[in-house]
């Protein structure tokens, strides 16, 4: 540390009062070998006169005469300080004299102090001589020093004379600022009655409509974090809504008492307001239960509080703030949630979701099965999937869902005690509730193609029912990834054919025959056989069950045993059979029981459409298509009892895809004829697929395309659209792919075309035609449809694409790339490919990407267990989480929520002290936010400090933040915490930030321009070539110009720097030498350095001159420099910039005549596409006021329509 931090440490404890020894402080000083300067004194003098030691002022004046150091003003006036506090006013003001002799003239800030001194003493009559004389002398005292001597009056007890320094302020620009920062300062001396007529006194703000706006909203709050006494509270705010100041005075303060946690303030305050008719309401209390966090006895206090207030705490209150803030486990959390009168119902459905939330699915499950209650499904939904994932505990999983499920009639009790937060389920059903749950886990879509069967089949043993619609959905959802056993497990689960396994509670009883499972059954059989009773009904009522589970074995064996009995067939029984034998693919049995059907029924012959289509997939099977086609045509079906659900869908399906694999176009197609004529069918984009998939299986593109487009025009589907597409693009073919992209249009709208259309190509690994269409004006931004595709693409190991999403997408800002990075992250661990798994987190430093908790967690983790070292600093949450329990993790706000809690609410030291109390790592974009808030506050050096940690972690602050941070320190000239900076970030950084024109004018600013150029003179002479290219990418273009601005006298120098330069062929200073020049119009310097080095280069920096142009409307600028373009080898591009500023300057001058002149000759040198749109509208307004036709059309701002390219 160096003498700057020792008087940067006085400076606060002056501001603070805070007492210590200057004589102690001058001799660490000395220990340390740091030798005190001016400033140092200066400090100890004021902390000597603060007490009114004008003998220990006066020891530290005798050393600064010893060391021959100047005594400014701001001694005199810590002089006149000490002899106020010492009560010696007439030595106070004689120093106002010796000031005067020692040719200094006393400033306002002078006599502010000794009329301070004056108000401390209440002597009224001296404060206004005094105001009286420094008028006279033309000292003008500004608003800011009226309110420091009010202060001065208020707090040494002298209040009544506030008034008549209050009539003096004029209420410059700024007043209100400073009245309201005088105010705070005498709320916490307790003068809060000085501090309302201050408040009285600032101009209030008005509305549009001519009211005044509220005002105190600083005044109330200030009150409360003052912890002023609840009369004093109360009153301020009665007069305050009373005299229509601020109208909801009371219900501030309430807030900001629940806010801090003042619980002492906050019911009284709850209290007054229901007394004045406003209802308390759930969310007052959330703010308490955070502050209250692990003090379980307090949080049950609030509970209890609640209920005298006639609030119940309902399931979100109890769910998102009370049970993470209470420590202990579950079983203990539940009685203290009774101790808080909470019902065990809505205590344990709130608990379940939270230990979903912290994927502890199998204690949720332990607590749902024993604890019978309402578990909403809305809100167990998407927890109970991402638990489910996690843990992959299937067991658990069935056990919530069957609970959730049995427990849905118990919603109307539960909403007894809530809001409307149920509200929301109104309508949902058993039928609908579980195929919801499995609808949610295609969140997932890999982890779900996966799991999907195994939790199909659970549900099945469950004897748990889905719905068709659903089941439609899931099989969308599969696509290709459709199995037979998944189809078969739909079909049963929606066939409504299931009965819920009974739940073992309690002791069984009787269950009714007709409710019997197989089991159950069986056993009544054997019991009632044994017994010699009758059992052809029952065997009856087995053999259909038999026939619902597809059990051929059994079934087989019952006909053999009824067959031995006087039993008779019917045709319903022959039908089962007949198609229980096509179900397990034979053939000749299947045909035998057909025809025993139709034999019995006659001339009333009629079989339901599943069974006919099953024997139908048989004969296809078994390669007999024409008998297939024949059964279809000529089997009549028997619709009364004909549910086409799912089950049947992917019935059809399955016989479609069999043709289709095969490729056999034209039997599918007449298959598929046959199947719509007979009315077999209703026509989706399911059926449709395989129409598709034949044709390009047998690569037969056109005819593709004409089935897809007559798909597209008979039934509005596009069936397989994503896998033509590809295919178009793999074989090149633009004229077919926008006819495809126009057909998707005109049924799923342009934008979602547009998506499926990117995503195609990025499939296809065409990142170039994605990204153009992605860059295409006015296009909608839909974040969830590319969140889709990167999750499917990483659960199906698809890394290509997803890298081409990545690439498609850089540098638009409209578009979240971090989960495109976080599942690229994923599929590189998954590859175990370490290099490219860093290298992402390096890409999104140089993309302005900060990196989010999630993604530095996984890619943390990946490197320390691949030994790698980690070039940042983890969040801990992991290690936390491993540390504790999950039965017995307390549930405390985590540091990183409270933090961004106290930055919201705009509270910056109460965030800085959650920062430096936390063990937990914050993140960048958490130390970012706070960095931002430092420097509104003008708080740079803290700002600066903050911004270190993150450096030293070896991250980058966000480059939006960085660079405002940058600009402050240039601005305020400090080369040294800039340089500080530069040693800890590489040249890729600093190109984005700019960071050397920000050295250069920081250099400019702390009057080191000389030095600066010296140094890049020493920077040139020391280059090796190698070193060129970074060199040149460093050169401060920007700054220099600042420099020869500002120090015409350091041209001549700069010249020789720049020569220097372009001898190394660099020629980036020497253009900016030459926009010096040129715009100063020194002609014959600027015409030497354009024909020897600029003339001939492809790349001229001219912005500044075109600005200048613009701002002194100087059309001659803007000619001369469309001359030397024209001569250059700049593009058309720059020139056409050129042209723009030369048709705006005219256009200002109301030159109509020379507009349409220019726009005609700069017709002939550029395109008009090269012309800036705001110059061409007023070009076309110049021609209509002469009369003249324009024939030229203004480009629009967007273009919506974007053609399918050339695919080379």
């Not at 298509?625 to 799912?646: H, V």
Request: aromatic share 8%; net charge negative.
């Amino acid at each position: 540390m160096d003498i700057s931090h020792y008087n940067a440490l006085l400076r606060v404890y002056l501001e603070n009062e805070h007492p210590f020894s200057p004589t102690e402080f001058l001799s660490e000083l000395e220990n340390k070998g740091i030798e005190p300067n001016r400033v140092t004194y200066q400090r100890l003098i004021a902390r000597y006169c603060q007490d009114g030691d004008i003998e220990g002022a006066t020891k530290i004046l005798e050393f600064m005469r010893e060391k021959q150091m100047s005594v400014n003003e701001n001694v005199f006036n810590a002089l006149i300080v000490g002899h106020s506090k010492a009560g010696d006013m007439d030595s106070a003001q004689g120093i106002i004299n010796v000031m005067t002799q020692a040719g200094l003239e006393p400033s306002a800030d002078s006599y502010t102090t000794l009329v301070s001194g004056y108000a401390a003493k209440g002597d009224i009559e001296t404060i206004l001589k005094l105001l009286e004389e420094c008028e006279s002398k033309e000292i003008f005292l500004l608003d800011k020093d009226y309110l420091d001597i009010i202060y001065a009056l208020a707090v040494n007890g002298h209040k009544q004379h506030v008034p008549a320094i209050l009539g003096k302020v004029r209420k410059a620009i700024g007043y209100n600022q400073d009245a309201v920062n005088i105010t705070l300062r005498l709320i916490n001396k307790g003068e809060e009655e000085a501090g309302f007529e201050v408040l009285k006194s600032m101009t209030r703000i008005t509305r549009e409509d001519g009211s005044p706006a509220p005002t105190g909203y600083f005044f109330i709050r200030q009150l409360v974090k003052a912890n002023r006494p609840l009369n004093v509270l109360l009153k301020y705010c009665d007069i305050m809504e009373k005299e229509q100041m601020y109208d909801r005075a009371f219900l501030l303060a309430a807030e900001m008492s629940l806010q801090l946690g003042n619980e002492k303030l906050a019911y009284p305050l709850l209290e007054e307001l229901q007394k004045r008719g406003v209802t308390v309401r759930q969310h007052f209390f959330w703010p308490l239960f955070i502050s209250k966090a692990n003090d379980n006895k307090a949080i049950v206090d609030i509970l209890q509080k609640m209920h005298d207030f006639n609030v119940f705490p309902n399931n979100e209150t109890i769910r998102e703030y009370v049970i993470p803030n209470l420590k202990g486990n579950s079983s203990e959390i539940l009685a203290l949630l009774r101790d808080g009168n909470i019902s065990i119902g809505s205590a344990a459905s709130s608990l379940v979701i939270s230990l979903l939330l912290r994927n502890e699915i199998k204690e949720a499950a332990t607590i749902a099965t024993t604890i019978q209650a309402y578990y909403n499904p809305d809100m167990t939904k998407r927890p109970l999937t991402n638990a489910f994932y996690k843990t992959n505990d299937l067991k658990s999983y069935v056990a919530i869902v069957r609970t959730v499920f049995e427990n849905v009639d118990r919603k109307k009790t539960a909403q007894k005690n809530e809001d409307d937060e149920e509200e929301a389920n109104e309508g949902v059903n058993k039928a609908e509730l579980v195929g919801n749950f499995v609808l949610d886990l295609t969140s997932k879509s890999r982890a779900f193609v996966e799991k999907i069967e195994s939790v199909l089949q659970a549900l099945c043993e469950q004897g748990l029912s889905i719905s068709t619609p659903t089941a439609e959905k899931i099989e969308d959802k599969l696509g290709e990834k459709m199995t037979d056993q998944i189809a078969q497990l739909l079909g049963r689960l929606s066939s409504g054919e299931l009965t819920p396994v009974p739940i073992q509670r309690q002791p069984p009883s009787y269950v009714p025959s007709h409710q019997m499972n197989i089991p159950q059954l069986e056993r009544l059989i054997q019991n009632l056989t044994a017994k010699n009773q009758e059992t052809k009904g029952l065997k009856r009522q087995l053999f259909t069950l038999y026939y619902r589970a597809k059990d051929l074995e059994k079934t087989e064996k019952l006909v053999q045993d009824l067959n031995q009995t006087d039993f008779v067939f019917t045709p319903g029984l022959y039908a089962q059979l007949f198609d229980l034998y096509a179900y397990h693919g034979n053939l000749e049995k299947s045909l035998e029981y057909y025809n025993l059907v139709r034999e019995k029924q006659g001339s009333e012959f009629a079989l339901d459409s599943s069974k006919i289509l099953r024997f139908a997939h048989l004969y296809i099977k078994s390669g007999q298509f024409d008998e297939c086609i024949k059964l279809l045509e000529n089997t009549p079906q028997d619709k009364k009892d004909d549910d086409k659900g799912f089950s049947y869908t992917s019935l059809v399906w399955r016989l479609l895809n069999t043709l289709a694999e095969e490729g056999k176009v034209e039997e599918l197609d007449t298959l598929f004829n046959t199947l719509v004529k007979k009315e077999f069918i209703e026509v989706s984009n399911v059926l449709l697929g395989p129409l598709i998939k034949v044709r390009l299986i047998k690569k037969d593109l056109e005819s593709a395309l004409e089935k897809f487009e007559w798909c597209v025009n008979h039934f509005k589907a596009t069936p397989w659209k994503n896998e033509l597409a590809c295919q178009l693009i793999q074989n090149e073919d633009a004229e077919k792919l926008q006819k495809l992209t126009d057909l998707s249009t005109s049924i799923h709208g342009e934008v979602n075309s547009l998506y499926d259309l990117v995503f195609a190509f990025v499939e296809c690994g065409r990142v170039r035609q994605a990204r153009k269409i992605l860059e295409t004006p006015g296009l909608q931004v839909r974040p969830q449809r590319i969140n889709t595709a990167c999750e499917r693409y990483q659960q199906e190991g698809l890394i290509k694409p997803l890298e081409g999403l990545k690439d498609a997408t850089k540098d638009l800002n409209h578009i979240d790339r971090s989960d495109i990075y976080y599942q690229l992250l994923l599929s590189y661990i998954k590859q175990d490919d370490i290099d490219k798994a860093l290298g992402l987190w390096t890409q999104m430093q140089e993309e302005d990407m900060a990196p989010s908790d999630p993604f530095l967690l996984k890619l943390g983790d990946f490197l320390q267990s691949k030994g790698r070292q980690v070039p940042f600093v983890v969040p801990q949450t992991t290690v936390q989480a491993a540390e504790v329990p999950q039965s017995t993790k307390p549930q405390v706000t985590p540091a990183p929520v409270l933090f961004r809690q106290k930055l919201k609410l705009g509270n910056v030291d109460e965030a800085l002290k959650v920062k430096n109390n936390s063990k937990e790592a914050l993140n960048v974009v958490d130390l970012t936010t706070l960095i931002e808030k430092l420097l509104q506050q003008n708080r740079l050096k803290e700002a600066s400090k903050v911004t270190f940690e993150i450096l030293d972690r070896g991250n980058i602050p966000v480059n939006r933040v960085f660079r405002f941070l940058l600009n402050k320190l240039a601005t305020a000239g400090d080369v040294d915490t800039l340089s500080k900076i530069g040693q800890k970030i590489n040249s890729d950084v600093k190109r984005i930030v700019s960071f050397d024109n920000r050295m250069c004018h920081a250099n400019l600013v702390a009057g080191n321009a000389e030095a600066y150029l010296k140094k890049l003179d020493n920077d040139i002479n020391s280059a090796k070539d190698e070193d060129l290219s970074l060199l040149s990418e460093q050169f401060p273009r920007g700054g220099a110009y600042g420099i020869l601005e500002k120090h015409p006298d350091l041209t001549e120098q700069y010249e020789q720097l720049a020569l220097k330069y372009a001898k190394r062929g660099i020629v980036g200073p020497l253009n900016v030498l030459w926009t010096r020049y040129f715009i100063n119009q020194n002609h014959e310097k600027a015409d030497q350095i354009w024909n020897e080095h600029l003339k001939d280069s492809n790349r001229i920096m001219f912005q500044k001159i075109v600005h200048t142009a613009r701002e002194e409307q100087n059309e001659n600028l803007a000619k001369k420099l469309i001359e030397h373009l024209k001569a250059s080898s700049v593009s058309e591009g720059a020139l056409g910039n050129a042209y723009s500023c030369l048709l705006d300057v005219l256009f200002s001058k109301e030159n109509h005549k020379h507009v349409v002149e220019t726009f005609e000759e700069a017709m002939k040198a550029v395109s008009l596409s090269f012309l800036n749109r705001t110059a061409i509208i007023r070009s076309k307004e110049a021609f209509e006021k002469l009369g003249k036709t324009f024939d030229y059309e203004i480009p629009p701002r967007n273009k919506n329509n974007v053609p399918i390219e050339d695919l080379s």
